[in-house]
């Protein structure tokens, strides 16, 4: 039985439309692919012009359009598959003489909600252990900020080991390492000042000022921030 010219006619757009969108597909593809590559090519240049840049090949390639700057004797050191937008400019290294900065495998640097700046002065170190989470936020070492595991630290805020000037003629700059426990989580708007350590699965409420220890698995806020409450495993959360 021939098929009508009606079911023909119909037959014939639907057919136009899955090859219009089969090459939108494999075009988006090339795209992508052709960016991947360039990003990629980017990041060996980056790793040639400085020798302490070390970037795990299975690293997002998102990371070509960061900001490094790296002063002689400098490291950085990015693992197995850290994550980071493709946001131009939004991720900033900077790393003074001799410094340190080390992301573990599997961090996010988040950057969709604002900039991250990791700065590491003359001889400073910052550490981010693994499965480590950043979200516009502003880390800065004098002498080192040290991060467990699975530390989550989000928009706004701000860890300082340092008072970053003298308070006078006769009051010097005061510095004291920062020491953040496994899975712990600062939540938004939070500042971390020097010399504190926070404990294992602790939390810090948004907009809090830590200027002293937090106890491990201690849910802390307020300006000064203070115990509110007890936290449990966070080791399970994602």
């Given at each position: 039985?021939?098929?009508?010219p009606?079911?023909?006619a119909?037959?014939?757009?639907r057919k136009?439309?899955?090859?219009?969108?089969s090459?939108?597909?494999?075009?988006?593809?090339?795209?992508?692919?052709t960016?991947?590559a360039?990003?990629?090519?980017?990041?060996h240049?980056?790793?040639?012009?400085h020798?302490?840049?070390?970037i795990?090949?299975?690293?997002?390639?998102?990371?070509?359009v960061?900001?490094f700057?790296?002063?002689?004797?400098?490291r950085?050191?990015?693992?197995a598959?850290?994550?980071?937008?493709r946001?131009?400019g939004?991720?900033?290294?900077?790393?003074?003489?001799d410094?340190?900065i080390?992301?573990?495998a599997?961090?996010?640097?988040?950057?969709?909600?604002?900039p991250?700046?990791l700065?590491?002065?003359?001889?400073?170190?910052i550490?981010?252990g693994?499965?480590?989470?950043?979200?516009a936020?502003?880390?800065s070492a004098?002498r080192a900020?040290?991060?467990?595991?699975h530390?989550?630290?989000?928009?706004g805020?701000?860890v300082?080991?340092?008072?970053q000037?003298?308070l006078?003629?006769?009051?010097?700059?005061r510095?004291?390492?920062?020491?953040?426990?496994?899975?712990v989580w600062?939540?938004?708007?939070?500042t971390?000042?020097?010399g504190?350590?926070?404990?294992?699965?602790?939390?810090i409420?948004?907009?809090?000022l830590?200027?002293?220890?937090?106890?491990p698995?201690?849910?802390a806020?307020?300006?000064?921030?203070?115990?509110?409450?007890?936290?449990?495993d966070?080791?399970?959360?994602?």
């Amino acid at each position: 039985m021939a098929s009508s010219p009606s079911g023909c006619a119909k037959a014939v757009p639907r057919k136009g439309k899955r090859v219009a969108s089969s090459v939108v597909k494999c075009a988006v593809s090339l795209l992508l692919h052709t960016i991947q590559a360039h990003d990629r090519r980017r990041l060996h240049r980056l790793a040639r012009a400085h020798p302490g840049l070390q970037i795990d090949p299975s690293a997002s390639t998102n990371l070509a359009v960061a900001r490094f700057v790296l002063s002689p004797g400098a490291r950085l050191s990015i693992g197995a598959q850290v994550a980071a937008e493709r946001m131009p400019g939004a991720l900033s290294f900077w790393l003074g003489p001799d410094a340190e900065i080390e992301i573990g495998a599997r961090t996010w640097l988040r950057t969709e909600f604002g900039p991250i700046h990791l700065v590491a002065f003359a001889g400073a170190r910052i550490v981010l252990g693994p499965d480590s989470g950043l979200s516009a936020c502003h880390l800065s070492a004098k002498r080192a900020i040290l991060a467990g595991r699975h530390a989550w630290i989000g928009p706004g805020c701000r860890v300082l080991d340092a008072d970053q000037h003298a308070l006078d003629a006769v009051t010097p700059e005061r510095v004291a390492p920062i020491t953040l426990g496994d899975h712990v989580w600062i939540t938004s708007d939070v500042t971390v000042l020097r010399g504190v350590t926070l404990g294992a699965h602790s939390v810090i409420g948004a907009r809090s000022l830590v200027a002293e220890d937090v106890p491990p698995h201690t849910l802390a806020c307020g300006n000064p921030a203070r115990a509110q409450g007890r936290v449990g495993d966070r080791s399970r959360i994602e």
